[in-house]
């Protein structure tokens, strides 16, 4: 059986190789990549942040820890998730302006993909202007906002505000996520969805091109 404390131990304490090796461990040993990613690496990350709101940790080792996960979700992607077929859509996603998180906005993208969405990953910090310049270059359906801070919450309207006043607003669907994130905030905003983990995220923005 897999020790999902002992995994969550090696994210907190940095220690990417151990990690890589017991998760490998696990996935040899049959334990399947979703539980490996919900009850270790994400539940590890969590304990990270509680670890960095109280001081416990600092930005250089939060990184490490972050840098860690990364490596270990490359090893679980292609297991992750396989609904399988031709691309059924396309999305773009991207971090708002001013926030460089990214692992959440890349598993979201990652679970996407594997629900056969074409997906187009902008990276972080990426501000209104840009989305609407890669919405009107990529041709989506979807558009996907990430933000994990609340001072970045912000810039999620402002980007639907810079989508409406582009014209592009009935082209596509907005989704937006990120721990802060809620239903409430995103019916304030005028998007049409919220999700609140990459699972949920791919199963909205497949039942939005249905
Ligand atoms: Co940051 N950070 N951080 N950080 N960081 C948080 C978010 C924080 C809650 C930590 C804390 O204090 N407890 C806090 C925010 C407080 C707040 O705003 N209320 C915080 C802070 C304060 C900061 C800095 C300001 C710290 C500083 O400099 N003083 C700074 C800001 C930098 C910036 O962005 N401008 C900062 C920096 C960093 C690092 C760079 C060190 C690093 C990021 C590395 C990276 O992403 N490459 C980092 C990390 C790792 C975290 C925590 C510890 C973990 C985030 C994470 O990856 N979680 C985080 C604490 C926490 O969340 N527990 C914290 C795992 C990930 C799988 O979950 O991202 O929630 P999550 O994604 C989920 C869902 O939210 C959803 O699906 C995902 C998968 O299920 N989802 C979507 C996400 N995006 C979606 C988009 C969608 C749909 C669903 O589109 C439709």
């Known amino acids: 059986m897999t020790d999902f404390n002992a995994m969550t131990e090696k994210l907190v304490a940095c220690d990417a190789e151990g990690l890589q090796t017991m998760v490998q461990t696990a996935l040899d040993g049959g334990t399947p990549a979703q539980e490996i990613l919900n009850n ?44 399988g077929g031709a691309s059924a859509g396309s999305v773009i996603i991207g971090t708002v302006k001013g926030d460089l ?71 596509v669907k907005i989704m937006v996520g990120g721990a802060p994130v809620t239903q409430a905030f995103a019916d304030e905003i005028g998007a049409d969805g919220f999700a609140a983990d990459a699972g949920s995220a791919s199963k909205l923005a497949k039942s939005f091109i249905n």
């Open 40 to 83: 270790g690496l994400i539940a590890g990350m969590d304990i990270v942040g509680e670890k960095m709101e109280s001081g416990d940790m600092f930005i250089p080792e939060v990184l490490m820890a972050a840098q860690a996960m990364g490596a270990c979700v490359e090893t679980l992607k292609p297991l992750l998730g396989d609904e």
């Open 101 to 171: 998180h990214d692992i959440g906005k890349n598993l979201v993208a990652m679970m996407m993909e594997s629900a056969g969405l074409e997906v187009h990953n902008l990276g972080v910090d990426i501000s209104p202007e840009d989305f609407v310049t890669e919405i009107e270059k990529k041709n989506v359906q979807i558009v996907c906002l990430s933000a994990l801070l609340t001072t970045t919450m912000p810039a999620m309207k402002q980007t639907v505000d810079a989508i409406v006043e582009s014209g592009l607003r009935d082209k």
